[in-house]
């Protein structure tokens, strides 16, 4: 082994609550400071040397990975107004192509596209790769189209930090207009398409100002539409699918509100109140016409912890409420879709996602059934007001992605296109199931699994498994596949999803039981499914690595406090390590809007107490034999800085941890580098530290 870097140490200390805590790795915080640009590039060239044996391993999981992927594709074509959208990608290109072509006059089938066979008519709206040229990173962000199609909007990012540059083409002539905003989150076309509506962020990174452009007169003379000071709540905008609304909506992870504009009217004119802000009630609006009557369809939780969907007359919201669909403790409400003649609901029961059919007119929901255990499914691309068909998406842990059309009139799902694996990928060939632990509570946490059948199900003998879990912002972990994951499933690893607290497999009610001053039940949960896998035989604490990413990542360094025992090795990616010092600093980015989701350590003193009781920098303990683990981050990241998993480390090499490393890339964001070739590098290189330490790098 190479000599790790040793950060220096340089006490400085804070004080809350009389507790006085020295951080002597604090002054890593200084990103512009070249003695921390050092330290991440020598942690880089650590990293390097210690994993310099697995080069060969890192290209061929690259080539498999590639070699699975049909490069040059295309996506199911989605019809707005009469234009078929699609985007294709190219073998060799890293980013894709936005494209367009003329649609036939009342012809709602999707044409089938054939990948390498030059589609008539087409129109290239955007090239990524041409958007990227000399650039390190490239991120698109916005990307819209006037409702006559004469525009094209579309929002890039070069840092990886989500800070957005708005641009605008007309599609008639190919020029690109003046009309360039900088420094933006999100933005979209007014209906009329002689605007753009956007919303920028303030110093903490927070959207909290929705603006008007009208095009072509000078961003110096943007109109502010409406300004959110609470400084724990979120801004975000939308129009609704009629076309009639704008809507501005405002929220923390608890709270929520909701505003509206009438489209019909001034764009400027004073946005009307939904339902007034009420501590711990969230609510989101849409907008149908019911039996000639404009109704507002309110999916909300008030005394409703799952949910319950309502509809009030749009022009008197606060007035007579009538239920549309009743809340049912355990089936878990998740959105609402209006269209003209229906609505779709999707919900969660038993741990997987449905998806229903609303009947205006008897409030009946019908729900689609899908055949495989294990399964996720949502209503996607579908911007028409009135289509004869709905467009579904569709996975499991063996099915590929799936687009389907569900015919409304015959209620029969068409199968549109399912991704392509190369390599000759049988879905018999695999098996998934779902087993149960119990957490020292008594809860029982489900756990997905998958693996090949070749090697006998789960059980039948101790197995290499790689364990994934996050638990944090009722986030579920749902079934999906992964090209990259079979590269592993082919070499024997079982790989398994620790359903734990905190997030919102199982309802309301299980993300509750794992935040705040529950949170700890998150870690001991992850801790039970390790030890239910454990025990059953399905796996040996030297046959066992875990992974989480983000919020993930600070599971992941609690659990490696608790039990580290249990783990050969633990992946954190862009790990939220250093919880409590970051909570505690309402001018870091995103601080004060999750002071729901963990608790107030600046003013709390039993929130302080109990954060420090389980984040992961704090409670790195001296002299325990840690598992081998690696740290991936990013420097330009706004959501988890850097910093956090560089003290992290260098408070473990400090405690004693032997085999430790840090990856920073040095130009991306939280979701790593960007283009896909450069995206398969990242995971065959995590993947291949993931199989030597599961003894199977050979």
Known sequence: ?????????????????????????????????????AHLEAENAHTDAETAHLEGLREQLFQEIKGRVQ??????????????????????????????????????????????????????????????????FFSLGAFDTTDDSSLLLWSTDFEGDEVYTVHVRDLTT????????????????????TSIIYTTRDDAWRPDTLWLHRLGTPVTDDISLFHEADEKFWLGAGITRSRRYLVIGVGSSITSEEYLVDLTGEITAEPQL???????????????????????????????????LVSVAAAAPAGDVHVVVPHVAGRRLLGMDAFRDFATIEYRSEGLERIGLLDYSSDAVDELAFDEPLYSAGVSGNPEWHSPYLRLSYTSFVTPGTVYDLDLATRELLLRKRATVLGGYEPGDYGQQRAWATAPDGTEVPISLVWKRSFGAPGDDVRPVHLYGYGSYEHSIDPGFSVARLSALDRGVIFAVAHVRGGGEMGRQWYEEGKLLHKKNTFTDFVACAQHLIDDGVTSPEKLVAEGGSAGGLLMGAVANLAPELFAGILAGVPFVDALTSILDPSLPLTVVEWDEWGDPLHDPDVYAYMKSYTPYENVRDG??????????????????YVEPAKWVARLREAGASDVLLKCEMVAGHGGVSGRYNSWRERAFELAWLLDTLGLAD
């Open 1 to 37: 082994m190479t000599d790790a870097p040793i950060a220096s140490r340089r006490p400085t200390s804070r004080t809350f609550h009389g507790d006085t805590v020295e951080d002597p790795y604090e002054w890593l915080r200084e990103k512009d400071s070249p003695e921390v640009i």
């Open 71 to 136: 490069e040059t594709d295309l996506s199911v074509p989605t019809r707005r107004g009469e234009w078929w959208y699609y985007s294709r990608t190219e073998e060799g290109a890293q980013y894709g192509i936005h494209c367009r072509a003329a649609a036939a006059p009342d012809d709602w089938t999707p044409p089938v596209l054939e990948p390498g066979v030059a589609v008539p008519g087409e129109i290239v709206l955007l090239d990524g790769n041409v958007e990227a040229e000399g650039h390190e």
């Open 174 to 193: 190919g020029v690109t207009l003046d009309d360039e905003i900088p420094g933006t989150a999100s933005a979209f076309f007014t209906p009329d398409g």
């Open 274 to 308: 939904v339902w007034p802000r009420e501590e711990g009630v969230e609510y989101s609006v849409d907008h149908a016409v019911v039996a000639g009557e404009d109704r507002l369809f309110i999916l909300h939780n008030r005394d409703a912890l799952d949910f319950e």
């Open 624 to 641: 325990v034999e840690y598992p081998r683990i690696l740290a991936v981050t990013s420097l330009n990241d706004t959501r988890v800085l």
